[in-house]
Structures are given as structure tokens and as C-alpha cells.
T-cell receptor, first 113, second 115 residues
């Protein structure tokens, strides 16, 4: 089955700086890669996703890049703000496959004011 | 996105007892997913609940420990049976987007503590 590794497990950045979180996946059949943000005590919420037919997707201050050959994808947050502090999870699945998501281990991001 | 109501939001239980968690969705969905999130850990899929058929369990999870019901297209329950302190976790249900089933929306979760 799919295995998703995520790094780093914790990340602290100064407010205004950029943050990058990286994930690698093992199953070459995976072609859908969402990112979820989970604030303390809250439910995971989808913040951005990418399918394997594109290499990059942006939404305001967040972007995701995908390298299919290397089987890794990354989340980029620019101009970080205190409200970006949360745990971020990457995931992988097969679009129009069995719809199961395999999650990475999570990254606790702390924005230092 | 779907509106998902999950109950209870939290509970403290004695070992050896069972707890049933409910998940209600405001629209009909073919699949519902149940996850476990152990303290400080990632989300692990327990099973996929399909209406009208038995749930499909992931490796390491068995029906006797986590029986699931799916009586209709808007409701599901997960029971954590014969609980031990190791079952202390957050349990979450999720449902797929109606047009893009890989996109999942999560309930608020049930925080379970077993003494």
C-alpha cells in the first residue's frame, strides 16, 4: 500500500518568513495530493490540493509543487502570519480510484511573532 | 462542503465498556470514512462504511473491536468496544465531496479518554 513520509515534524519560522513542508510517497499510481490544516482542537480542513497533471498550484499565500518523477510534493506558505500556526498533514490517493487517503505524519508549524 | 455533525464531542469512559460515536451528514453520501488520531499523531483510516453492505476495515482494525453501522446514506455509527486506555484517541468521520470523492470533509471529532 501507499506510504507517505513528511518532514519536518516541527517547524518554527518568524512571522513574515516562508515555510516549506515536504512529503514523499511510494505508490506511483497515486495522483491526487491534498494538504490539510488542523488547528488545535479543531477538525482537519482542506487548504489546497494538486493532481498529477500539473506541477504547481497556488492560492494566495499558499502553493503546492509536485515532482512526479521523484515522487515528492511540497507545501509553501509565504508571508507567514500567526494564524498559520497549526499542524499540517499531506496525503496521497488515487483520483477515481478507491478514494482512500493515506496521510503523512504531520508538521507542527509555529509562527513566531 | 457538507455539514457533518459528530456526537459526542468528548467522553471519558471506564475500561471494559463500549462507546458508540454518531456521524450525521446533511446530504446523501455513498461512503463515509472513520479515522483514529492518537495523541499528537496522524490520521489513520479505520474503515470505510458503505450503505447496505459491511464496512471495509483496514489492516490492524477488526469488526469485533470497531463495529460500524450504516443504516442510510446520511448516518453512520462507530462503536469502540471493550475499551482499554490504548483506545484513548480522537475519532473522526469524514465524507467525500459528491462530485470529487477524493476530496474529504471531516467531522469535528470525538475525543475519547479511557481510564
Amino acid at each position: 500500500g501507499e506510504n507517505v513520509e513528511q518532514h519536518p515534524s516541527t517547524l518554527s519560522v518568524q512571522e513574515g518568513d516562508s515555510a516549506v513542508i515536504k512529503c514523499t510517497y511510494s505508490d506511483s499510481a497515486s495522483n491526487y495530493f491534498p494538504w490539510y490544516k488542523q488547528e488545535l482542537g479543531k477538525r482537519p480542513q482542506l487548504i489546497i490540493d494538486i493532481r498529477s497533471n500539473v506541477g504547481e498550484k497556488k492560492d494566495q499565500r499558499i502553493a503546492v509543487t509536485l515532482n512526479k518523477t521523484a515522487k515528492h510534493f511540497s507545501l509553501h506558505i509565504t508571508e507567514t502570519q500567526p494564524e498559520d500556526s497549526a499542524v499540517y498533514f499531506c496525503a496521497a490517493s488515487i483520483w477515481f480510484g478507491n478514494e482512500k487517503l493515506t496521510f503523512g505524519t504531520g508538521t507542527r508549524l509555529t509562527i513566531i511573532p | 462542503s457538507a455539514v457533518i455533525s459528530q456526537k459526542p464531542s468528548r467522553d471519558i469512559c471506564q475500561r471494559g465498556t463500549s462507546l458508540t460515536i454518531q456521524c450525521q451528514v446533511d446530504s446523501q453520501v455513498t461512503m463515509m470514512f472513520w479515522y483514529r488520531q492518537q495523541p499528537g499523531q496522524s490520521l489513520t483510516l479505520i474503515a470505510t462504511a458503505n450503505q447496505g453492505s459491511e464496512a471495509t476495515y483496514e489492516s490492524g482494525f477488526v469488526i469485533d473491536k470497531f463495529p460500524i453501522s450504516r443504516p442510510n446514506l446520511t448516518f453512520s455509527t462507530l462503536t469502540v468496544s471493550n475499551m482499554s486506555p490504548e483506545d484513548s484517541s480522537i475519532y473522526l468521520c469524514s465524507v467525500p465531496h459528491p462530485l470529487a470523492k477524493n476530496i474529504q470533509y471531516f467531522g469535528a471529532g470525538t475525543r475519547l479518554s479511557v481510564l
